[in-house]
């Protein structure tokens, strides 16, 4: 079985700009080409697991979201990182329109995205790592079985009842990564 490193997108990869689905407004968070690299060194597959409620809501379409991950993969992969898959969630239980508005099991905190990956591509969980900016992002990783959970808590309020390793810059993450 393989180890991966899950990551979220808008927080972690991307700076946060609200809704991001353009390319002119993703803005690579600093350092996490290097953490992504380090962890590629090290035998991760590298993953990102994301809610993406701009879908349901319908700020941007799918195919515009599948055009900015097809754009955000070459950057990375222009970086010598390849990046294994994406999964996302389009769905949201009450802001959602049409097909989109609907309670599933991949909008994390629910681990649906994560154990789907890790039954596609053979993935030991309980080896692997999950970086995040929300408990929502920590909740779907202890529930998928991930022991180390890494959480960047320089955006939002820091629940401290939620167990993880916590870092205020990304470059950090590379010291939980073995």
Known sequence: MKKALFLDRDGIINVDHGYVYKKEAFEFVED?????LDAHNKGYEIFVITNQSGIA?????VEQFNQLTLWMVKQFKLKG????DVYYCPHHPDKGVGEYKMVCDC?????????S?????????????????KGSDMQAAERAGIKSRILLVDQYSDNQAIKAHRI???IEASVYIS
Do not use: H, Q
């Open 32 to 36: 996490i080409f290097t953490v992504c």
């Open 81 to 84: 990182i390849v990046i294994t």
């Open 57 to 61: 809501r319908g700020k941007y379409t």
């Open 107 to 115: 909008r994390k905190p629910e681990p649906g995205m994560i154990l």
């Open 117 to 133: 990956a890790a039954k596609k591509y053979d993935i030991d969980l309980a080896k692997s790592v999950f970086i995040g900016d």
């Open 168 to 170: 205020n810059k990304i």
